[in-house]
């Protein structure tokens, strides 16, 4: 009945609303893109499940499945299983050799992704990072949140103040000395700083940490970046550098924010899980998931 086929550009809009607003503009993808995997279910011409998958274009003996949904009235079938199954088979068949499916916890699909993950013979998910959710008004009231006077030398400023002397002096000492991880840099994606709540901080006039806030939404700010330098950091100043920016947002319309942790981050997530925790509104995980897909399994079988 179901009838299960890769999808050609022409007719993928007819599939939108299978999948998540972020990966809708790949649907336009051209049909020579071989980066993508876009196989779509139909009933009587009807779509009733899409699945996106990436294959990464620096390996590309890996590949991502990144979004599989199925119609809310066609669920609980075997049909997500059956779709998954497929997706394996055609990124097999374009040379992956390992597969990734990344999902968050703690939302309403979970228990169906990971049953679903389980069944089709995923390995065990790793913890890949920690998302945490806050309400402003709520975790103003912490009593880490109080504590926001720095020593003498310190100064916090609006980061929007920052010279393009200092710009370039980071910038030159992150080429010399890679002095922060370069995911946690500054300068990504700038159009989005909210410049009411991104600070800087200087040590003895040189700046050495920042607190950069994006804008998601009229409400909501995503933290993108705390970092302090890291002869600077177990003095607690990241920590009052958000509580300093978070201040400048209680009364506003921004209220509410979001930030992730890196699970290769001990002190933060020791600190989130003990003194935040009990602020927040939510706290969930990435959670990413391997398989080894059939070519590589045969490959095994015949040599073996
Ligand atoms: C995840 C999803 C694709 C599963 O599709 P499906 O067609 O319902 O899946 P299946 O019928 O093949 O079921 C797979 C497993 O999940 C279980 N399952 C399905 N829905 C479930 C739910 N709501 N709660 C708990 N388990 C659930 C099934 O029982 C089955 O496990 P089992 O074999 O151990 O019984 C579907 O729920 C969906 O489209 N969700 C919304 C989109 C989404 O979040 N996608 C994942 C992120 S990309």
Redesign the pocket.
Known sequence: LYRIQQISLRSRSLFSELTFPLFRPLLSAADTDSRYVFLGVALLNQPVALGIAEIDQEDKTQGDV?????AMQ?????????LLKLMEETMADRGVHLGRFT?MSG?P?T???E??L??SGWLEPRYRMMICDVEFDGISKAPWMQCRSLPPEFATFPWSDLTNAERQDILDRQAKQHWYPEELTPFRNEHLIEPAMSLGLRYRDEAVGWCIAHRLSMETVRYASLFVRRDLQAMGRAVQLLAKSIYLCVGTPIYKGRFDVAMDNPAMLRFVKTRMAPYLASIRYVLRSHKRLQALQELETRSA
């Open positions: 990144l979004s599989i949904c199925v066609y669920r609980r079938n075997g049909l997500g299983t059956r999902y939302l699909q228990p169906a992704v049953a679903m389980r069944r």
